[in-house]
Nanobody, 118 residues
Framework: QQQLVESGGGSAQAGESLRLSCRFQ???????????MGWYRQAPGKQRELVAS???????VYVDSVKGRFAISRDNSRKSIYLQMNSLKSEDTGVYYC?????????WGQGTQVTVSS
């Protein structure tokens, strides 16, 4: 069984919205709750970067390029995190991964592809 399940990617036109979900299915709630979690993005030809993180209290941090457009949230009861992506731009195209912050190798999944066309 996979450590986590990522979903919600797809294709969108510039300006549209997508919502990503990630459930840490193998992690018990008492472990999940205090951890800072994040969404990472690997754009074509670029290194993977952390775009948004949320700590145990729900406080979020964003990379400058997504501030005001993306919103990360978490539901501890479901061991899940989410990324609401609004006003999408072509430069948001990439594979999105969820992981701990800092990331741990054993929690890299297959990611979910987001493709934004202008």
């Amino acid at each position: 069984q996979q450590q986590l399940v990522e979903s919600g990617g797809g294709s969108a036109q510039a300006g549209e919205s997508l919502r990503l979900s990630c459930r840490f299915q193998r992690m018990i709630t008492s472990v999940f709750n205090p951890l800072t979690m994040g969404w990472y993005r690997q754009a074509p030809g670029k290194q993977r970067e952390l775009v948004a993180s949320v700590n145990s209290r729900g406080s979020a941090v964003y990379v400058d390029s997504v501030k005001g457009r993306f919103a990360i949230s978490r539901d501890n009861s479901r061991k899940s995190i989410y990324l609401q992506m609004n006003s999408l731009k072509s430069e948001d195209t990439g594979v999105y991964y969820c992981n701990l912050v800092p990331a741990r190798d054993s929690y890299w999944g297959q990611g979910t592809q987001v493709t934004v066309s202008s």
